[in-house]
T-cell receptor
Framework: DAGVIQSPRHEVTEMGQEVTLRCKPI?????LFWYRQTMMRGLELLIY????????DSGMPEDRFSAKMPNASFSTLKIQPSEPRDSAVYFC????????????FGQGTRLTVV | GENVEQHPSTLSVQEGDSAVIKCTYS??????FPWYKQELGKGPQLIID?????GEKKDQRIAVTLNKTAKHFSLHITETQPEDSAVYFC??????????FGAGTTVTVRA
């Protein structure tokens, strides 16, 4: 398996524009997580899905952020409109169903909003 | 919610020496404690984990200890090598799959 695949690796956009980050989890993993990493706040869980259903979105910072998982092999994180303070590295991770197991992270998307 | 504190934030060691990173957690219900290593430009990668029914676990040069009474756990790296240089994160979770991460420790191994 190629692991968790995220795209794009880098994104530079202007303030106010819509940004869509994409993730393909490892096949067979039922859990998918979106994390944001910044120097100030470290790794923060934004939202996670189980069997394509959002379970906990309490980490989503604002209504400008939304996430979807239309099927087991694809998820998106959208920011609309984007702001400079959204600049961060966004990671997608997936886990199998067994409780308390490893979360496999993707390479991340480095987002810069100017 | 869970609050995980990690110390130190930076650690410089001579090659061959040991490195120790300590974490504390707040939620007594937490029962899974993984450690992740993040290299530059990459996502975090699990290096070792421990569950609450175990006090210590070792994998070659890496070991983790857990004290549930005191709510703290530690990562020990022995015989450090240059390739051990990275950012290390501890994390904790209870039964709901949510990982709460520490702030990270930047480890530099001096040759």
């Amino acid at each position: 398996d190629a692991g968790v695949i995220q795209s794009p690796r880098h994104e530079v956009t202007e303030m106010g524009q819509e940004v869509t980050l994409r993730c393909k989890p490892i096949s067979g993993h039922d859990y998918l997580f979106w994390y944001r990493q910044t120097m100030m706040r470290g790794l923060e869980l934004l939202i996670y899905f189980n069997n394509n259903v959002p379970i906990d979105d309490s980490g989503m910072p604002e209504d400008r952020f939304s996430a979807k998982m239309p099927n087991a092999s694809f998820s998106t994180l959208k920011i609309q409109p984007s702001e400079p303070r959204d600049s961060a590295v966004y990671f997608c991770a997936s886990s199998p169903t067994v409780e308390g197991t490893e979360a496999f992270f993707g390479q991340g998307t480095r987002l810069t909003v100017v | 919610g869970e609050n995980v504190e990690q110390h130190p934030s930076t650690l410089s060691v001579q090659e061959g020496d040991s490195a120790v990173i300590k974490c504390t957690y707040s939620d007594s219900a937490s029962n899974y404690f993984p450690w992740y290593k993040q290299e530059l430009g990459k996502g975090p990668q699990l290096i070792i984990d421990i569950r609450s029914n175990v006090g210590e676990k070792k994998d070659q040069r890496i070991a983790v200890t857990l004290n549930k009474t005191a709510k703290h756990f530690s990562l020990h790296i022995t015989e450090t090598q240059p390739e051990d240089s990275a950012v290390y994160f501890c994390a904790a979770s209870s039964d709901d799959y949510k990982l709460s991460f520490g702030a990270g420790t930047t480890v530099t191994v001096r040759a």
